[in-house]
């Protein structure tokens, strides 16, 4: 009868340690929501695809509404969003709250899973229609090349020329809107952009690189490549090299990068760069 008790007794003890180790193990991670409309590449700040239905720009969308007053986390909603990758996520959204207020907000998506916003500014409830800056020749009049971009009338204008020359050769443009990124891979880089999707990338006070994405179909390089072009259009700008990266289908072609669609030929550019970059692998 003894040892019957003792060996009731050890079990019961191996029972009850069993139940506390898995109360003590962590729950598995669960995996993060997939990116929708690819990644952010080359150019500071890139647009997100259905960013409504995105459910990373939600969480941040969720965050800022929390924080702003008449706000709640379950009636925002989204209208746009662009993303800058930092050490995690920069989210800059316009959202509207459940009292029908706009709201243009700047999010940080942490890599532990917190947000923080660091940006908040209301808008006008009845937003005036958006005005574009001039640029020259509608977008054709400056033509994007491997070592930098050729003006309308054919002057080049070279990588490493200083960046307040730039800017100056490039007035007719509109006045760009400069913004500084120091997550790039290359150190500190800072990106001047256009409405029409030009990005200008300058280090150490100097013109580095160039890229566009997202709203650029007008722009084209000195060989015809373009925004939405085919695949088959590559072979004009020269030597072309195609390999998989983390990007999806990377490409260079006569020393300009970028990548193409995936999915059903055939396949289209969805972004181009050249010089200096602030590509994300």
Same mark, same amino acid.
């Given at each position: 009868?003894?040892?019957?008790?003792?060996?009731?007794? /050890?079990?019961?003890?191996?029972?009850?340690?069993?139940?506390? /180790?898995?109360?003590?193990?962590p729950?598995a991670?669960?995996?993060?929501?997939?990116?929708?409309?690819?990644?952010?590449?080359? @150019?500071?700040?890139?647009?997100?695809?259905?960013?409504?239905?995105?459910?990373?720009v $939600?969480?941040?969308?969720?965050?800022?509404?929390?924080? *702003?007053? &008449?706000?709640? /986390? /379950?009636?925002?909603?989204?209208?746009?969003a662009?993303?800058?990758v930092?050490? @995690?996520?920069?989210?800059?959204?316009?959202?509207? $709250?459940?009292?029908?207020?706009?709201?243009?907000?700047?999010?940080?998506?942490?890599?532990?899973?917190?947000?923080?916003?660091?940006?908040?500014?209301?808008?006008?409830?009845?937003k005036?229609?958006?005005?574009?800056?001039?640029?020259?020749? &509608?977008?054709? &009049?400056?033509?994007?090349?491997a070592?930098?971009?050729?003006?309308?009338?054919?002057?080049?204008?070279?990588?490493?020329?200083?960046?307040?020359?730039?800017?100056? *050769?490039?007035?007719?443009?509109?006045?760009?809107?400069?913004?500084?990124?120091?997550?790039?891979?290359?150190?500190?880089?800072?990106?001047?952009?256009?409405?029409?999707?030009?990005?200008?990338?300058?280090?150490?006070?100097?013109? &580095?690189?160039?890229?566009?994405?997202?709203?650029?179909?007008?722009?084209a390089? +000195?060989?015809?490549?373009?925004?939405?072009?085919?695949e088959?259009? $590559?072979?004009?700008?020269?030597?072309?090299?195609?390999?998989?990266?983390? *990007?999806?289908?990377?490409?260079?072609?006569g020393?300009?990068?970028?990548?193409?669609?995936?999915?059903?030929?055939?396949?289209?550019? +969805?972004?181009?760069?050249?010089g *200096?970059?602030?590509?994300?692998?």
């Open positions: 009868m003894r040892l019957k008790s003792q060996t009731l007794a /050890a079990a019961t003890a191996a029972m009850i340690a069993g139940v506390l /180790a898995a109360v003590a193990m729950a991670a669960q995996p993060a929501p997939p990116i929708i409309g690819g990644p952010p590449i080359a @150019g500071g700040w890139s647009p997100v695809a259905d960013a409504a239905a995105n459910p990373r $939600l969480a941040a969308a969720r965050a800022a509404a929390g924080q *702003l007053p &008449g706000g709640n /986390a /379950a009636g925002v909603k989204v209208v746009s662009r993303q800058q930092v050490a @995690g996520m920069n989210y800059q959204m316009e959202i509207v $709250l459940a009292d029908g207020s706009h709201w243009d907000v700047t999010v940080w998506a942490k890599l532990d899973g917190g947000h923080e916003m660091t940006k908040s500014t209301r808008l006008p409830a009845t005036p229609a958006p005005t574009t800056p001039p640029v020259a020749g &509608g977008g054709s &009049g400056l033509q994007l090349a070592n930098g971009v050729v003006l309308s009338g054919g002057r080049p204008v070279r990588f490493g020329t200083p960046q307040a020359q730039v800017l100056s *050769l490039l007035a007719a443009r509109g006045k760009a809107k400069l913004e500084m990124n120091s997550e790039c891979g290359a150190g500190p880089i800072e990106f001047a952009s256009w409405p029409d999707g030009l990005n200008l990338l300058f280090q150490d006070g100097k013109f &580095g690189g160039w890229s566009i994405n997202d709203g650029g179909q007008k722009l390089t +000195t060989k015809g490549l373009r925004m939405g072009g085919l088959t259009s $590559l072979r004009a700008a020269g030597p072309v090299s195609i390999e998989r990266s983390t *990007l999806g289908r990377e490409f260079t072609a020393g300009i990068s970028g990548i193409l669609s995936e999915g059903k030929p055939p396949a289209k550019i +969805t972004a181009l760069w050249a *200096l970059s602030c590509v994300f692998r």
